[in-house]
């Protein structure tokens, strides 16, 4: 016979042994670290997470630190190595990490103001430069990010390659990795380089329109730049928005209170998610890791590009 003590005793029975499992993986994870890299300078990043950072150790009930990497290498090495429990990456780091055997494990990613999740690489030129295309650019310095950059060197290659350039580096006179985003903007406005892979979204929504908010492209009297300054002239097919991953070692109640917590985010502490988003995006979007096997191939293709120019 069921009675209510039985009831009773048996809500209590699980609520306890959900406490004891959350104890457990905090006892064991006392402090989570969350790797970013910089797609801005350090201090801007920090601004930008660390409301976030304290939104996360509130409701996860362990301290997350955030950690700015150097580079998409570190933060793939990092996971490798255990040192970095969850991280935000790009899609082609991401895909990288997976090739070389990291365990790592997607579980979301950004949703965009007009609700999609991907966005594009682009080339800018200078309004006020000749080039119309790609094709007026041989000879010319190109700016690209960082070798496991997405929308900063994987995507761009692959573009270049479809429209014959199958050696950007004999191609172009030089090409020089910038080490972020923000950096490409600010050699191509500086006239270090004549073209930019960057990444876009909308014109509300990129490096370029986060950096001319902030007032950071000067014309060379000293006055901002404004969007009108720069010119697109080349977009490639839609690039899904690179992931949020944990380490697949994590416990599952671990990985289940993240998902929560990120999930949440919006509603619970929405001044924390208006900065880490700077109001460009309205959400995060359930994913899988397998969400990514599309860039795997991209990489894989990128690879062999240079597999073949080294021959």
Excluded at 148 to 164: A, I, Q, W, Y
Excluded at 256 to 270: G, T
Aim: glycine share 6%; no cysteine.
């Amino acid at each position: 016979m069921i009675t209510r003590r039985l009831v009773l005793a048996g809500a209590a029975a699980l609520a306890f042994t959900t406490s004891a499992l959350a104890a457990d993986w905090k006892a064991k994870y006392p402090e989570l670290t969350f790797a970013v890299v910089p797609a801005e300078n350090a201090s801007g990043v920090t601004e930008r997470w660390a409301p976030f950072m304290s939104y996360l150790s509130k409701e996860l009930g362990v301290k997350v630190t955030l950690r700015i990497a150097n580079d998409y290498a570190a933060v793939i090495e990092g996971q490798r190595a255990g040192n970095i429990h969850i991280a935000s990456y790009g899609s082609a780091a991401f895909a990288r990490a997976r090739l070389t055997g990291v365990k790592s494990e997607a579980f979301a990613n950004d949703v965009n103001a007009d609700g999609s999740t991907g966005y594009y690489s682009v080339f800018f030129v200078k309004a006020s430069s000749p080039y119309k295309t790609l094709d007026q650019l041989k000879g010319k310095n190109l700016g690209l990010v960082d070798p496991n950059s997405t929308s900063g060197n994987n995507v761009p290659r692959f573009e270049l390659d479809k429209m014959g350039i199958h050696d950007a580096d004999t191609y172009f006179s030089k090409v020089v990795f910038t080490g972020s985003h923000e950096n490409a903007m600010l050699a191509l406005s500086q006239g270090t380089v004549d073209v930019a892979a960057n990444q876009w979204t909308s014109d509300d929504d990129s490096t370029l329109a986060q950096m001319l908010t902030k007032g950071m492209l000067k014309n060379a009297d000293g006055s901002a730049m404004k969007k009108d300054d720069f010119r697109i002239i080349h977009k490639s097919a839609p690039i899904i928005n690179g992931p949020y991953a944990f380490n697949s070692d994590l416990p599952e109640d671990a990985k289940a209170a993240i998902v929560k917590a990120f999930f949440d985010a919006p509603a619970k502490d929405k001044a924390a998610f208006d900065r880490l988003s700077d109001g460009q995006k309205k959400g995060f979007h359930p994913a899988t890791t397998k969400d990514w096997d599309g860039t795997i191939e991209l990489i894989k293709f990128v690879d062999a590009l240079r597999k073949k120019k080294a021959s």
